[in-house]
């Protein structure tokens, strides 16, 4: 499915200074039994936001207004766990852009830039400047350059560089996604088959 | 050029390298269950296109169904319409679908090796993590998710870039009621959960060589519990016996041709690894979990390490001991426990209810424990009768549910309440994995089997016989 093309993002950002937030607390299983894609940001971060009662835990982020924005920051390890693209969509769909880490679960990562929310992965050091900078100042804001490959905290000026390869690169900023590639190549891969016994 | 047992395999099926960026990789069977699969369907309707290869397709019905009276309707009306498109799917697809009350049916990780779809030298995928599993037969196998099952459904190809190569050797012997389960939560609890993120494994040495298929499997499930995306292990004569002979397995002239590819898979002796570890077999206890992830794991009779003793952040373990309501220092052993789960893909397998009959056999059920018993497919639920398993877990006082996930991820009713302490054979300990609120302590099914009896946290060592190795 296609999405919006990505080129330079500038928010203020939400704050989930936690180490392996896996995809459970993203998105509960319960919530995967959709047949379409809608309605999972409501879900994102279920059981960390709600109460079993469905009133909000007031001193989860999510819930706090004085944090907002396109941009997730999250600690090391973030998406661990399940296969599961409801928790990139869930995270798309509550509306950010992009989730900032010091290291992402490799599933996650991909499903991420196959739905169209970009993964930043930056140093431990920089991650912390980052949470130290929104603790300063919620409504501080992050710029993403996808082009350039940069994040920088505006407020300090403080920047880092990014890693993404140039194939998933190209896709972001022009919003195609992976399916429209294979089926240009359908030729070759019919070929390839042809001669890959089951 | 030396290559690894992963170069081989992956080397193989790629039909395109993209100049910096991914390998356009072609996929030999995939695998369909109803959660992952509906948006990817939904997709393929929109572009007005139709599944490429079929025959290289199966489905079945697993995370969110029942496991009693599976002959009723499906009562969750969200999970009874899951079910529902995944058919309606299949059948126009024209791809077999082993719904409920099929012979055939199961989880899906349980029910591929058993239907010989899983072959050594095979790539596979699967909308779920813990497609891992099919590792065991040294095939390259890995979870996706649902817009790559959709690209898979339509071009029977993903686009990757080539995972690192890790391999991990375990040399020497097993001690006693040291099983599978407790090598891989050894594993994860020396690499932590993030330890072989952008790796993909290979398990090698006496103690995979020594192990049955089923612990096989058990182990190349747990990969992606330490971050990697899979794991392997070269196929020897233990995996053709296995495989020799069902549905889907080459017969004839194509076996005699697959056996010399087969033949090929391994690791040749310069093949150099991005990273290789080593373990001793001895330094293995019977393990078990008291965090909330699988990497917070030690020996069962070990103390819960102290905050300051922990890689990583403090603030994220003591989240996670208060969500367990652990402190530190605790004793694991003589913990009260509520729950009982044995089942899963990681340990639905005959071998394990075979595991767990061992203890229980002549015991009864601890009254302050429910035990939920859930065979990972109709094939292992008929050898659990067929072998008189039956009949012991019967005489302890448990009984036996239908196939399925079940409170594995609690998709499905088999939700263990807020609080509550299961002893799970399951693969995570996340918070609320097994329902909200959940506390989950992943063990092997000998671990589970002692904490069943007695009711608490138990070393199996202790109610084992001599004999039993």
């Given at each position: 499915m296609a999405y919006d093309k990505f080129n330079i993002l500038t928010s203020s950002a939400v704050p989930l200074p936690i180490e392996n937030v896996d995809t459970d607390q993203i998105i509960p299983a319960r919530f995967l039994k959709a047949t379409e894609r809608k309605g999972f940001g409501d879900n994102l971060f279920r059981d960390w936001r709600y109460n079993a009662d469905g009133s909000p835990k007031e001193h989860f982020v999510l819930n706090n207004p004085i944090f907002s924005g396109k941009i997730l920051v999250g600690g090391k390890?973030?998406?661990?766990?399940?296969?599961?693209e409801h928790a990139a969509w869930a995270v798309y769909d509550y509306g950010f852009r992009c989730v900032v880490s010091s290291f992402f679960a490799d599933i996650f990562r991909g499903n991420c830039l196959n739905v169209g929310v970009l993964p930043v992965q930056v140093s431990p050091g920089f991650l912390d400047k980052i949470f130290t900078a929104i603790e300063a100042d919620p409504k501080t804001e992050l710029k993403i350059d996808l082009s350039e490959q940069t994040i920088t905290i505006l407020a300090t000026g403080e920047s880092e560089s990014f890693e993404i390869n140039g194939y998933k690169k190209q896709n972001m900023l022009n919003g195609f996604d992976d399916i429209d590639y294979l089926l240009n190549i359908k030729k070759d891969i019919e070929v390839f088959a042809e001669n890959t016994p089951l | 050029m030396s290559k690894t047992l992963f170069d081989k395999v992956w080397d193989s099926h790629v039909v395109k390298h993209i100049e910096n960026g991914p390998d356009v990789l072609f996929i030999d069977r995939h695998l369909v269950h109803e959660v992952t699969s509906p948006v990817a369907f939904l997709g393929l309707k929109n572009r007005g296109i139709k599944v490429l290869y079929p025959e290289r397709t199966f489905a079945t019905a697993d995370h969110n169904t029942p496991t009693r009276n599976q002959h009723l309707p499906v009562q969750d009306p969200l999970s009874a319409n899951q079910l529902k498109a995944l058919e309606e799917n299949a059948a126009a697809h024209n791809i077999p679908y082993w719904g409920l009350?099929?012979?055939?049916?199961?989880?899906v990780h349980v029910i591929g090796p058993e239907n010989g779809i899983t072959a050594p030298g095979a790539t596979i995928v699967c909308g779920d993590s813990h497609t891992s599993t099919h590792g065991a037969f040294g095939a390259i196998a890995f979870g996706i998710g649902t817009s790559e099952v959709e690209m898979v459904l339509s071009t029977q190809c993903i686009m990757q870039p080539k995972p690192k190569k890790m391999r991990i050797n375990i040399n020497g012997s097993l001690s006693k009621a040291v099983t599978p389960k407790d090598v891989a939560l050894f594993i994860i609890s020396k690499l932590t959960t993030s330890g072989a993120t952008g790796y993909f494994v290979e398990y090698a040495g006496d103690v995979f060589k020594n192990m049955s298929m089923e612990g096989r499997m058990t182990v190349c499930n747990l990969s992606i519990e330490m971050g990697a995306r899979g794991g392997m292990i070269a196929p020897d004569e233990k995996t053709f016996e296995y495989i020799k002979g069902r549905e889907y397995t080459p017969k004839g002239a194509d076996w005699d041709n697959a056996m010399i590819y087969w033949k090929t898979l391994y690791s040749d002796s310069d093949a150099v690894f991005d990273k290789e570890l080593t373990f001793e077999a001895s330094e293995i206890e019977p393990m078990i979990t008291y965090g909330t992830n699988p990497g917070m794991g030690m020996g069962i009779k070990n103390d819960i390490p102290l905050a300051e003793a922990v890689e990583g952040g403090v603030a994220t373990y003591k989240k996670s001991l208060e969500y367990m309501a652990f402190h530190e220092g605790d004793a694991m052993i003589g913990k009260p426990i509520d729950f009982v789960f044995l089942g899963s893909c990681t340990n639905g397998r005959i071998e394990d209810f075979r595991a767990f009959a061992s203890i229980i056999k002549g015991r009864k059920k601890a009254e302050n424990v429910t035990a939920w018993l859930v065979p990972g497919s109709h094939r292992v639920e008929e050898a659990i009768k067929e072998e008189g398993i039956l009949d012991i877990l019967h005489e302890a006082g448990f009984e036996l549910r239908e196939p399925g996930c079940s409170a594995c991820l609690a998709m499905n009713d088999d939700k263990i309440p807020a609080g509550k302490y299961a002893v799970s054979t399951s693969n995570r300990n996340f918070e609320g994995r097994q329902g909200p609120g959940a506390r989950t302590l992943l063990a092997s099914p000998l671990v589970a089997a002692a904490a069943a009896v007695t009711g608490k946290v138990t070393d199996p060592r202790e109610l084992m016989e001599e004999a039993y190795a």
């Amino acid at each position: 499915m296609a999405y919006d093309k990505f080129n330079i993002l500038t928010s203020s950002a939400v704050p989930l200074p936690i180490e392996n937030v896996d995809t459970d607390q993203i998105i509960p299983a319960r919530f995967l039994k959709a047949t379409e894609r809608k309605g999972f940001g409501d879900n994102l971060f279920r059981d960390w936001r709600y109460n079993a009662d469905g009133s909000p835990k007031e001193h989860f982020v999510l819930n706090n207004p004085i944090f907002s924005g396109k941009i997730l920051v999250g600690g090391k390890n973030f998406g661990s766990g399940s296969s599961r693209e409801h928790a990139a969509w869930a995270v798309y769909d509550y509306g950010f852009r992009c989730v900032v880490s010091s290291f992402f679960a490799d599933i996650f990562r991909g499903n991420c830039l196959n739905v169209g929310v970009l993964p930043v992965q930056v140093s431990p050091g920089f991650l912390d400047k980052i949470f130290t900078a929104i603790e300063a100042d919620p409504k501080t804001e992050l710029k993403i350059d996808l082009s350039e490959q940069t994040i920088t905290i505006l407020a300090t000026g403080e920047s880092e560089s990014f890693e993404i390869n140039g194939y998933k690169k190209q896709n972001m900023l022009n919003g195609f996604d992976d399916i429209d590639y294979l089926l240009n190549i359908k030729k070759d891969i019919e070929v390839f088959a042809e001669n890959t016994p089951l | 050029m030396s290559k690894t047992l992963f170069d081989k395999v992956w080397d193989s099926h790629v039909v395109k390298h993209i100049e910096n960026g991914p390998d356009v990789l072609f996929i030999d069977r995939h695998l369909v269950h109803e959660v992952t699969s509906p948006v990817a369907f939904l997709g393929l309707k929109n572009r007005g296109i139709k599944v490429l290869y079929p025959e290289r397709t199966f489905a079945t019905a697993d995370h969110n169904t029942p496991t009693r009276n599976q002959h009723l309707p499906v009562q969750d009306p969200l999970s009874a319409n899951q079910l529902k498109a995944l058919e309606e799917n299949a059948a126009a697809h024209n791809i077999p679908y082993w719904g409920l009350g099929h012979e055939k049916n199961g989880i899906v990780h349980v029910i591929g090796p058993e239907n010989g779809i899983t072959a050594p030298g095979a790539t596979i995928v699967c909308g779920d993590s813990h497609t891992s599993t099919h590792g065991a037969f040294g095939a390259i196998a890995f979870g996706i998710g649902t817009s790559e099952v959709e690209m898979v459904l339509s071009t029977q190809c993903i686009m990757q870039p080539k995972p690192k190569k890790m391999r991990i050797n375990i040399n020497g012997s097993l001690s006693k009621a040291v099983t599978p389960k407790d090598v891989a939560l050894f594993i994860i609890s020396k690499l932590t959960t993030s330890g072989a993120t952008g790796y993909f494994v290979e398990y090698a040495g006496d103690v995979f060589k020594n192990m049955s298929m089923e612990g096989r499997m058990t182990v190349c499930n747990l990969s992606i519990e330490m971050g990697a995306r899979g794991g392997m292990i070269a196929p020897d004569e233990k995996t053709f016996e296995y495989i020799k002979g069902r549905e889907y397995t080459p017969k004839g002239a194509d076996w005699d041709n697959a056996m010399i590819y087969w033949k090929t898979l391994y690791s040749d002796s310069d093949a150099v690894f991005d990273k290789e570890l080593t373990f001793e077999a001895s330094e293995i206890e019977p393990m078990i979990t008291y965090g909330t992830n699988p990497g917070m794991g030690m020996g069962i009779k070990n103390d819960i390490p102290l905050a300051e003793a922990v890689e990583g952040g403090v603030a994220t373990y003591k989240k996670s001991l208060e969500y367990m309501a652990f402190h530190e220092g605790d004793a694991m052993i003589g913990k009260p426990i509520d729950f009982v789960f044995l089942g899963s893909c990681t340990n639905g397998r005959i071998e394990d209810f075979r595991a767990f009959a061992s203890i229980i056999k002549g015991r009864k059920k601890a009254e302050n424990v429910t035990a939920w018993l859930v065979p990972g497919s109709h094939r292992v639920e008929e050898a659990i009768k067929e072998e008189g398993i039956l009949d012991i877990l019967h005489e302890a006082g448990f009984e036996l549910r239908e196939p399925g996930c079940s409170a594995c991820l609690a998709m499905n009713d088999d939700k263990i309440p807020a609080g509550k302490y299961a002893v799970s054979t399951s693969n995570r300990n996340f918070e609320g994995r097994q329902g909200p609120g959940a506390r989950t302590l992943l063990a092997s099914p000998l671990v589970a089997a002692a904490a069943a009896v007695t009711g608490k946290v138990t070393d199996p060592r202790e109610l084992m016989e001599e004999a039993y190795a």
